[in-house]
């Protein structure tokens, strides 16, 4: 079974940093994009990074260059490391997982999602 788990989420001041992981188990040797989602309270999820197997990655419009999504293939652990955080990036976020070559960013196309790490940037 495809297990992801997220960490290291918690609630840091407006221009601060914080690095979340997602650990991940279960998946075979195919070709598997990975990827980072968030949700707001009555908000719609949306995509904040992605990197494809290929090492390929893309972002979100909103993270203008503060975010950077990383893949550890000897751990198979995924990393965002968030930078200058502002307090709308306040949400739960979510690593995923699905087959695939392409780096996309929809949650449509993703097959397996982590329980999520709460991230709380206050002003």
């Known amino acids: 079974q495809v297990r992801l788990v997220e960490s290291g989420g918690g609630s840091v001041q407006s221009g601060g940093s914080l690095r979340l992981s997602c650990a991940t188990s279960?998946?075979?040797?195919?070709?598997?994009?990975v990827a980072w989602f968030r949700q707001a309270p009555g908000q719609e999820r949306e995509g904040v990074a992605v990197?494809?197997?290929?090492?390929?990655?893309r972002y979100g419009d909103f993270v203008e260059d503060r975010f950077i999504v990383s893949r550890d293939r000897d751990k198979r652990s995924l990393d965002l490391e968030m930078n200058t955080l502002k307090p709308e990036d306040t949400a739960m976020y979510y690593c995923a997982a699905t087959p695939g070559w392409l780096p996309v960013l929809h949650p449509r196309d993703y097959v397996y999602w982590g329980q999520g790490t709460q991230v709380t940037v206050s002003s």
């Open positions: 279960g998946l075979t040797n195919n070709k598997y994009s």
């Open positions: 990197i494809a197997d290929d090492g390929s990655t």
